[in-house]
């Protein structure tokens, strides 16, 4: 059975309820529990947690450390490509945005991969939008073979597939495969993407599992949030984990925690998480996932970064573009203009009479930090930032 078969049959309006109901001494009882359920996590997150948010953090904090150690893993996201075939209203590589796009040829993607290589960067997470024409599976193959010996980790987070076009991005140096279902909630879904392959909820969500089937050692999942309510969001990330752990258990899992920002397109969250309630969500997912690795990336700023690595973060992005070409300028003399799908003559737009030098990035990043500026951080508040922890000789 898949997850998207399991799915249609969790009570996810019952959990919110356990959520919105729970009382002082339900979140006490949930909290002295070694073995959280799925209705312990739904109290872990709800709003008469939030009074336990210090207990939380403490007990986040320390279980973390004893099951990872005072280690960051550090990663950069390289984009390839911001063509996209799906009109998703919230991302800036939306199909109808009139934006200035570039697929980066394999030799800009390796000029892009040794610059941050040079910044300490052994952990890449490869990234572009879905668009078969312009990254198609030989191109992604011939990415990663160029790839491989400079990043020994490589994960990939692109249109999904078929297991059996997953399997040679895997022979070619892939170990991980990341995919946001973005919301949980189908009607959401259903009104946030208009066209395009991506319409199709249950072959996304099962995607973790097909990339499994093809041997990816790594696979990651995680809302967007700002579309959904957050509860109703992490209830459905956190069952889906239960899954993954349970049928995927030779894969380890990250789970993201991605909140909307702005981009082309000027789309406005329809919901809001708090600050306060992002830091109940980490502290919750970590008593009830002990094991799973937690990531934030540079949506969030500077300052609540910090608070929020000691807090069971183990996998961070730093330096961060979103753009194709970003840390190099790769790519600039190809750049075109799309428009409602259609290439559009650059005098035609609305930057006639400009000379663009960068690609249109998928969302404004919210912490410019350096990787260096990171990891000196990092080290004061005394964790190690470890930027290789994965060869491929440990599997020969």
């Known amino acids: 059975m898949s997850f998207a078969v399991e799915f249609n049959k ?51 904090q320390q279980m973390t450390r004893q099951r990872f150690g005072k280690v960051i893993r550090l990663f950069a996201p390289l984009y390839l490509s911001n063509e996209c075939i799906n009109n ?10 009139p934006i200035l796009r570039v697929t980066l ?16 960067f052994r952990n890449l997470l490869v990234v572009s939008g879905e668009h078969p024409k312009f990254v198609s599976g030989s191109y992604l193959v011939d990415c990663l073979s160029a790839l491989r010996e400079m990043a ?9 597939m078929e297991t059996e076009a997953y399997r040679p991005l895997v022979r070619a140096g892939a170990d991980g495969l990341v995919v946001y279902q973005e919301t949980y909630d189908r009607a959401v879904y259903d009104e946030m993407h208009t066209a395009g392959p991506k319409r199709n909820f249950d072959w996304r969500l099962e995607t973790p599992e097909r ?14 949030y700002g579309l959904s309510q957050w509860r109703l969001e992490a209830l459905a990330v ?15 899992l990250t789970i993201s925690l991605p909140r909307l920002r702005p981009c082309a397109g000027e789309f406005e969250p329809l919901t809001h998480m708090a600050d306060r309630e992002l830091v109940q969500l980490i502290c919750a997912l970590r008593l009830t996932f002990p094991d799973v690795g937690l990531v ?44 409602r799908g259609r290439i559009v003559d650059l005098d035609a737009s609305e930057w006639a009479g400009t000379k663009p030098t960068s690609a249109t990035g998928q969302f404004q990043i919210a912490d410019e930090r350096s990787a260096a500026e990171v990891a000196e951080l990092l080290r004061n508040l005394g964790y190690e930032p470890v930027w290789k922890d994965w060869d491929t000789a440990l599997a020969s």
């Open 296 to 339: 934030l990336s540079t949506r969030e700023n500077p300052k609540l970064r910090n608070g929020l690595i000691p807090l069971g973060i183990t996998l961070i992005s730093a330096g961060s573009h979103t753009e194709p070409g970003g840390y190099t300028g790769a790519g600039r003399e190809h750049l075109h203009v799309t428009e």
């Open 152 to 160: 020994p980790s490589v994960s990939l987070e692109i249109g999904p």
């Open 88 to 97: 998703c209203r919230y991302c800036g590589f939306s199909r109808d945005n």
């Open 238 to 252: 956190a069952a889906h984990a239960q899954y993954l752990l349970r049928e995927c258990w030779k894969s380890t």
């Open 10 to 60: 969790l009570p996810l309006k019952e959990l919110l309820a356990v959520s919105e109901q729970a009382t002082s001494s339900q979140v006490a009882e949930s909290l002295a529990k070694t073995r959280p359920s799925l209705a312990d996590f739904a109290r872990l997150i709800s709003p008469a947690a939030a009074p336990f948010l210090e207990t939380l953090s403490r007990r986040s």
């Open 105 to 120: 040829t394999v030799d800009e993607v390796r000029r892009e991969a040794q610059a941050l290589v040079k910044e300490g």
């Open 211 to 224: 990339a499994y089937a093809a041997g990816f050692r790594r696979l990651g999942i995680g809302a967007l």
